[in-house]
């Protein structure tokens, strides 16, 4: 006579609707835990399967039940997409065919700002003399025009007038602004008695630096 089986060791089907199960190996007893943590509201009913895929021969096959089995599969990475995504070319920035011109356009209005703005000494390009009339008559009056052409700087120009006779100027100063470049002197000569006369009218630049200029005139009086 056999001892009466206790009721609790012998395997039996389980409930439907029973969630405290795990997953195990086909023809094996269900196995019984305590329940640790609630299961997700979104997962999967406990009656869902996935069959898995028979391995080589010999070996058992698992099915796997319960619930985060269908969550895991839909939390794989897409291989497939992956592989055949293809980088996203960036477009290059139209900025940069405008970098040259910008570039250069900047470095000739800071050389054009320090060339006007420079703390340069002033510099004389040029002088020249003129008259409105050469040739003088009786009793009449020269009316000269030294013109001296500078860089633009800001400065002073020491000048002084020498006739031909021997007589000369006081020395004069004239200033000049920062960006004025043409500077006229004048020097008014009358002539007096009779007689025929031919002479000079010198402009001389003392500073900055010396330059010389020079007009010949003429006078007839009867």
């Known amino acids: 006579m056999t001892a009466p089986q206790d ?15 795990s997953a195990t190996v086909l023809a094996s007893h269900w196995i019984r835990r305590p329940v640790t943590d609630p299961p997700p509201q979104d997962a999967t009913p406990a009656d869902a399967t996935v069959p898995a895929v028979p391995s080589g021969a010999g070996e058992e096959t698992v099915l796997r039940f319960g619930p985060g089995v269908t969550t895991a599969l839909a939390h794989r990475p897409d291989v497939t997409a992956a592989v055949g ?12 065919r405008y970098v040259v011109p910008v570039c250069v356009l900047a470095v000739v209005l800071v050389f054009l700002w320090w060339r006007d703005h420079s703390s340069a000494p002033l510099s004389v390009r040029a002088v020249a003399v003129r008259a409105d009339r050469t040739h003088l008559v009786c009793d009449g ?8 052409r500078t860089d633009g700087h800001e400065g002073t120009v020491t000048y002084r007038w020498v006739r031909g006779d021997g007589t000369a100027s006081p020395v004069r ?28 009218a010198t402009l001389r630049v003392l500073s900055p630096a010396p330059h010389t200029a020079s007009l010949r005139l003429s ?4």
């Open 7 to 21: 009721p609790r060791a012998l395997p039996g089907p389980t409930a439907p609707g029973d969630d405290d199960y």
């Open 85 to 96: 995504a293809t980088p996203r070319r960036r477009p290059r920035g139209r900025w940069r």
């Open 219 to 222: 006078y007839d009086c009867p």
């Open 173 to 200: 100063h004239t200033s000049l602004d920062r960006g004025r470049r043409t500077v006229r002197v004048h020097l008014r000569w009358t002539f007096q008695g009779h007689g025929r006369q031919s002479t000079t």
């Open 141 to 148: 009056t020269a009316d000269v025009v030294g013109v001296v």
